[in-house]
C-alpha cells in the first residue's frame, strides 16, 4: 500500500554483491518466445518478504508480486484507466457504470490463462473478494473493498459489483497494486485464519508475464516468462533476477556507476550523491511525482501500557502526553521541513504539510507548515509540561515527555531522524531513535512487533499516498473503523489510531458524492482536519526515484500503481 530515519551512517557502503545464476533448460526453451535472451537484473534494498499483495503493506512486496499478478485494469502516468484483465474499461455508455451510481460490470478478456493453464474467470475475481473481505484473513487491503455489497459472476467473463451505496470511486476495487487477482483454485483452502500457510504466499501463481521459480525471503526472487501469458510476443526477458538486500547507495552505485544491475528500486539517496552517480553515465536517475508523502505518524495511544492479554498501543490506553493537541502542534512546529527536504532530497523532494498531494484537484491551499522552535516550547508550557527535576527532559504528574521515534534503516531515514531529535530536545523533550530492518518494518507480520502495523513506539516514519487518482480508500485510513488493532491481526491501516467522528463524517459524505468539485472539497477538508488536528505529521513530497540502466527500455512508471507495472514492455536495447 510502499510505502511505501539520524543515527549518524556512513552514505558510502560497499558495493552490492549480485548472484547471478545460469539460465535453466526451461528458460533456454522460452528463449524463441521471448525475444530477447538476456537477464534483467533488480536490487530491492527493501527485500520483499511475502508475494500475496493482499497480505502485504510494502511497496516492495506489491512490486514483486505485480510482476505475477495483475488486476482488471490500472491507471497510467496520465492518470488514465488502462484494462489488464479487463476487456474494456466500464463507461455510462457501454453500460458498465449504472446510471444510479451503484453498480459497475466489468467484461473480461477470453481465453486468459493462470501460469498452471487453468483457465483465468469471474469466479477467480468473485474469490477474490471473498478472500480479501474474509475477517480470519485479515486482508490489509480490505479498505479498498469496504464499499461493495456483494461480486456476482453474471458468466464466465462478466463480473458485477454492487455497492452498498451511491459510489463516485467505482474504479477503486481490483484496479492498481491493491486490485491483483488470485486464483481461487490455489488459495480456496487457505481462505480463512490458516492463510499464512499457504504455500502459495512465497510461490505464487498468477497471470502476469512472469512466474516465480525460486524465492528467499529477503534475500532473492528468480522469475522466468510465463509460458501462457495472454499478451502475444511479451515479455522479453528469459529470467529475472530480483536482489534483495544491502543498501539505497550500493544499489544506486549498481545502477548508475558500475552498471552491474538494470534497475534500482526506491534511491531514497542524498540528492548529492545520486548526482555524482549519475555523472557516471551508465544509467539515470527516473523520477516521478506523485501522490506519495513521507510523514511522521503519531501514536494516539500509549505503546508501553499493555491491556490484560498483552495488547500494547491499545485504544484503551490513550497517551499519556500525545494525545494532547498542544503537545502535537508542539511536535509539528518542531520539524525543519525545508532543511530535510533541501538537504537530504533535492530536487526528489519537496517540503509538505498535507498529505493529499495528487491529484491536484484535491490538494487544499489553505494548509501551511512554520518551523518554530520557541513557539513550540510556549506550547509545551502551556501544557503543562516543564522540567521539574532540572534532568533537561520535560515532566508532569511523574511523567517524563520521553518519546520512541522508530523508522527503517536507510541513510536519508536515519539523518531525518537526526534533525528532528536535535529539534525537539532542544525544546525539552528526550528523543530515542530505532531504526528497523526494511524488510521487517514494512512486512506487516501480525507475529513481530516491530512491524509499522504494531506501531509499539511513539513516533515513526514511512512514506505512503493514495494509490489511485481517487483518493476515497486512502483518506479512509484516518477514520475510526480502520484502527489497527490485535481484533483484527493488526492489518487496518490507522496505524496511529487517531478517531474523530467529524472526519469520520467527512469521509462518509465524500464516499457518495457524485459531484466531483463539491467531492474535492470534501477531502480537502479531510487533509486540512487532519493537520488541524495533528494526526499525522507530513514532511516531505517525494518523488518516486529509480535506478534505471541506459540499455533498459519500455519502463514507464505511473504514480498510481506498483513500479513493476508495466514490466511486460521492459527490454533490453538492441546494441
Known amino acids: 500500500m510502499s510505502c511505501r ?38 536490487l530491492y534494498w527493501q527485500a520483499p518478504t511475502i508475494l500475496n499483495p493482499h497480505l502485504a503493506t510494502g511497496f516492495k512486496d506489491f512490486d514483486a508480486a505485480r510482476i505475477v499478478y495483475e488486476p482488471l485494469a490500472s491507471y497510467d502516468q496520465n492518470d488514465q484507466l488502462i484494462p489488464f484483465l479487463a476487456a474494456e474499461i466500464p463507461t455510462v455508455e457501454n453500460g ?36 480479501i473481505s474474509n475477517p480470519d484473513v485479515a486482508s490489509a487491503s480490505l479498505e479498498y473493498y469496504s464499499t461493495i455489497e456483494k461480486v456476482e459472476a453474471i458468466d464466465d467473463y462478466t463480473v458485477k459489483i454492487t455497492f452498498k451505496d451511491v459510489n463516485p470511486g467505482w474504479s477503486v476495487p481490483f484496479t492498481g497494486q491493491n486490485g491483483m487477482i488470485l486464483p481461487e483454485h490455489i488459495f480456496a483452502e487457505y481462505n480463512g485464519a490458516n492463510i499464512r500457510e499457504a504455500p502459495a504466499n512465497q510461490k505464487p501463481i498468477g497471470t502476469g508475464p512472469y512466474q516465480v521459480v525460486e524465492f528467499k525471503p529477503g534475500d532473492i526472487i528468480i522469475y522466468e516468462p510465463n509460458s501462457n501469458y495472454w499478451d502475444e510476443g511479451k515479455p522479453y526477458f528469459n529470467r ?53 508523502v513521507e510523514r511522521i505518524m503519531i501514536n494516539f495511544t500509549a505503546p508501553n501500557q499493555a491491556t490484560a492479554d498483552g495488547e500494547r498501543s491499545s485504544v484503551k490506553f490513550p497517551h499519556p502526553f500525545l494525545s494532547d493537541q498542544k503537545v502535537r502542534q508542539a511536535f509539528n512546529l518542531a520539524v525543519d521541513r525545508d532543511t530535510i527536504s533541501n538537504q537530504l532530497y533535492g530536487p526528489t523532494g519537496r517540503p509538505s504539510s ?41 515532566d508532569q504528574n511523574g511523567v517524563e515527555m520521553q518519546v520512541v521515534f522508530q523508522t527503517s534503516v ?30 521487517v518494518f514494512f512486512s506487516g507480520d501480525p507475529a513481530n512487533t516491530d512491524t509499522l502495523n504494531h506501531f509499539y513506539a511513539d513516533l515513526q516514519m514511512f512514506n505512503t499516498g493514495n494509490d489511485s487518482p481517487d483518493p476515497q480508500a486512502h483518506m479512509k485510513w484516518w477514520t475510526c473503523e480502520e484502527i489497527a488493532q490485535k481484533s483484527n491481526n493488526w492489518q487496518k491501516p490507522n496505524y496511529g489510531r487517531y478517531c474523530n467522528p467529524k472526519y469520520d463524517q467527512l469521509w462518509q459524505q465524500a464516499s457518495t458524492e457524485l459531484d466531483p468539485n463539491k467531492r474535492a472539497e470534501l477531502f480537502q477538508q479531510m487533509d486540512e482536519l487532519l493537520q488541524a488536528d495533528i494526526a499525522v505529521i507530513p514532511i516531505v513530497d517525494r518523488a518516486n526515484t529509480q535506478g534505471v540502466s541506459n540499455r533498459l527500455t519500455g519502463v514507464e512508471p505511473s504514480p498510481w500503481d506498483a513500479n513493476t507495472w508495466d514490466i511486460k514492455n521492459w527490454q533490453h536495447s538492441t546494441p
Open 5 to 42: 530515519l539520524f543515527f549518524p551512517v556512513s552514505v558510502l557502503s560497499v558495493a552490492l554483491c549480485v548472484n547471478l545464476s545460469a539460465c535453466s533448460p526451461q528458460t533456454a526453451q522460452n528463449q524463441a518466445t521471448t525475444g530477447d535472451t538476456d537477464n534483467l537484473k533488480m
Open 96 to 131: 458498465g457504470i449504472a446510471k444510479d451510481g451503484k453498480s459497475v460490470t466489468w467484461k473480461l478478456k477470453q481465453n486468459v490463462k493462470w501460469a498452471d493453464g487453468e483457465p483465468f474467470t469471474a469466479e477467480d475475481v468473485v474469490f477474490t473478494y471473498d478472500f
Open 240 to 292: 529475472i533476477e530480483l536482489k534483495g538486500g544491502g543498501d539505497a547507495v550500493s544499489a544506486a552505485r549498481a545502477v548508475l556507476q558500475t552498471g552491474d544491475a538494470d534497475y534500482a528500486y526506491n534511491l531514497q539517496v542524498e540528492a548529492n550523491i545520486l548526482k555524482q552517480l549519475e555523472a557516471a553515465g551508465k544509467g539515470k536517475v527516473v523520477t516521478n511525482f506523485g501522490p506519495y
Open 354 to 394: 498535507q498529505l493529499l498531494v495528487a491529484p491536484k484537484i484535491y490538494k487544499s491551499d489553505q494548509i501551511t507548515s512554520e518551523f518554530n522552535l520557541e513557539k513550540a516550547a510556549n506550547l509545551l508550557d502551556e501544557a503543562g509540561w516543564k522540567d521539574s527535576n532540572s534532568n533537561g527532559i520535560r
Open 410 to 439: 536507510n541513510p536519508v531515514r536515519q539523518k531525518t531522524q537526526e534533525i528532528v531529535k536535535q529539534a525537539l530536545e532542544s525544546i525539552g523533550v528526550g528523543v530515542e531513535l530505532k531504526s528497523i530492518d526494511a524488510s
